[in-house]
């Protein structure tokens, strides 16, 4: 089980996947907004979506698990 | 490494010490050292040295006792790219490396032979620390272990300090490489700790494995101690070497220029670098485009990774690239970036190795983590090593520069030689959609009709990026230059030429007060 955790704080400004889907290793899970830049964040690892935690505009702290992805 | 003997019956014995010397400890610990992926010290120094010769000293050290050839540290002199250098390097065949009264005393004394000769001194460490069976002989004495670290200081910015780790570093030994310009760890078998985890778990109650506390990738990617992860020993010892080649023997003496080697070729700054401010990009591959092919050396490329730090070449002259990566938490600064910088501006001074930074900056991050790690201070430490850096420095305006973000890129207030903007090029306090919020919020809320609201906010975002037009910042001589991106490597390998001889005395004073 990998935890896509937000990189900084800031806002979740897209969420690009949903649940199911299957992602590739750096794929871009989430985009968070903070300090004016996006700020993409990817999953480390290959695998199917298995929860989504966070919503557009959602604050999120630095280390939040904003998404967890299974191989 | 050594001579042939041959004659009376006195050469004989010499020869046989020597041997015994030569050999390091028992068979065992040389198997354990082979399973473990290690090499033997001697083998190491030959990886080391220009044709892998050197010139030893201090090899009957403790050659007395049983088992313990020449202490457990070999200590030499010999060449690196053709410079002279001083090394000490442990045997951890030999008690494990452990320091006894000798190995402190050859430690020592090879430092103050490159102090005496003012030439680089490299550290390679495979020990677990003190002999606590010696311990009055070794611990507390004026030339006991001590002095090691105090002799580091001593020499910090005199002479170029290496550590190159193969193994542990425990305890008051973890400090050698603390005290080094550059650490470099070899993975999965170097470690750095002040308590192994058996003390951790009797003293503290924590339970934790040697490579999650104090291994080489969790202080190369984490704890910033380390600076470079390298692969096995001989890419340790190959980084090692690489690493030099850019330093000059001392602080007195300029670094090394070397032939010029064109840019990679690649796509051009102007394809590299987005017109949209907030879209990230890849900084390596625009600083590939300024620099000498291959010429790069990451440092920290782990740790803080929002900036890079790293030495390279320009047309042969050896540079300090210090560059906000947009690619990672958007550039901005943090705790550890901060951390990261400073002491890789203080090292590129202290060697007169110029500095080019490359501004790409949202500014230092907010909200209460940051501030309850004290990014005030932390930030405050880069600024003074980027102000107090006198060697030729040019700040380049790659895109924006917001808040203390351009002071700490060496913002026009901070005396560069010459600040450069592209183009593309954004200074302010913040940028244009912070700003009218800041300013304007009141009444952008009072504002009841949406399309009317949008209007208002628009035409002040138009306002407000004229005021900080980057031609009207050029006018204004805030900016020095205004140049075509895929010219900058041409104009910095120029502009350096030129500041060379570069000469500015600071007021009389003793030091500064560190911000630590």
Request: charged residues 25%; hydrophobic residues 45%.
């Amino acid at each position: 089980m990998t935890e896509v955790k937000a990189a900084m704080a800031g806002t979740v400004f897209t969420v690009n996947v949903s649940v199911g889907d299957e992602v590739e290793a750096g794929q871009v899970i989430v985009v968070l907004e903070s300090m004016k830049m996006e700020i993409p964040v990817e999953t480390e690892s290959a695998g199917k979506v298995v929860s989504i935690n966070v919503n557009v505009g959602d604050f999120v702290n630095e280390e939040d698990v904003l998404a967890t992805v299974e191989a | 490494m050594t001579k042939t003997t041959e004659g009376p019956a006195y050469n004989e014995k010499l020869q046989e010490k020597l041997q015994t010397i030569f050999q390091g400890g028992h068979l065992k610990y040389h198997e354990k050292q082979k399973e473990q992926n290690k090499l033997f010290v001697r083998d190491r120094l030959e990886l080391l040295f220009d044709d892998g010769e050197y010139m030893e000293d201090g090899r009957f050290a403790n050659c007395e006792a049983a088992d313990l050839p020449a202490d457990g540290v070999v200590t030499a002199m010999g060449k690196v790219n053709g410079q002279t250098v001083c090394v000490m390097a442990n045997d951890s065949t030999v008690k494990a490396g452990s320091w006894g009264s000798r190995t402190v005393e050859k430690i020592i004394r090879i430092q103050e032979i490159a102090e005496k000769n003012r030439v680089p001194m490299l550290y390679l460490v495979d020990s677990a620390g003190a002999r606590i069976t010696d311990q009055l002989d070794m611990f507390p004495n004026r030339r006991g272990a001590g002095r090691i670290f105090h002799n580091q200081v001593r020499l910090s910015g005199f002479i170029p300090q290496i550590c190159i780790l193969f193994g542990p570093s425990a305890a008051g030994g973890a400090y050698i490489p603390a005290f080094c310009d550059i650490v470099i760890m070899v993975d999965k078998n170097a470690s750095m700790y002040l308590g192994s985890p058996r003390m951790a778990e009797k003293v503290i109650g924590e339970k934790v494995t040697l490579e999650e506390m104090g291994g080489a990738r969790m202080h190369c990617t984490v704890s910033g101690c380390g600076d470079v992860l390298a692969a096995d020993e001989q890419e340790a010892i190959a980084e090692a070497r690489r690493y030099l080649a850019y330093f000059p023997a001392n602080y007195t003496m300029d670094p090394p220029i070397r032939e010029k080697v064109e840019a990679k070729a690649g796509r051009t700054l102007e394809e590299i670098i987005p017109e949209n401010q907030n879209a990230p990009f890849d900084m390596y591959e625009a600083i590939d485009a300024i620099i000498d092919e291959g010429s790069f050396f990451d440092i920290k490329k782990r740790f803080a990774p929002e900036i890079i730090t790293g030495l390279a070449r320009i047309e042969g002259q050896p540079v300090g690239i210090i560059a906000n990566q947009p690619k990672v938490k958007g550039g901005v600064l943090f705790v550890d970036s901060a951390d990261k910088a400073a002491k890789f501006i203080n090292l590129c001074d202290a060697f007169s190795i110029p500095l080019v930074f490359l501004a790409d900056v949202p500014g230092f991050m907010i909200g209460t983590k940051v501030e309850r790690d004290g990014i005030i201070r932390h930030g405050a430490k880069l600024i003074m090593a980027m102000s107090s850096a006198t060697v030729p420095k040019i700040s380049v305006i790659v895109r924006k520069a917001y808040g203390a973000g351009l002071y700490a890129m060496a913002g026009p207030a901070f005396e560069p030689d010459v600040c450069i903007a592209l183009p593309t090029a954004q200074i302010a306090v913040m940028g244009p959609e912070a700003a009218v919020n800041a300013v304007y919020s009141n009444k952008i809320e009072a504002i009841e009709d949406p399309k009317e609201r949008m209007a208002f906010v628009q035409e002040k975002h138009k306002e407000y990026k004229a005021e900080i037009d980057i031609y009207k910042m050029a006018s204004e001589m805030i900016i020095d230059e205004i140049i075509a991106p895929s010219d900058l490597r041409m104009v910095l390998a120029e502009r350096f030429r030129y500041y060379s001889t570069k000469n500015i005395p600071l007021p009389p004073k003793k030091h500064p007060v560190y911000p630590v």
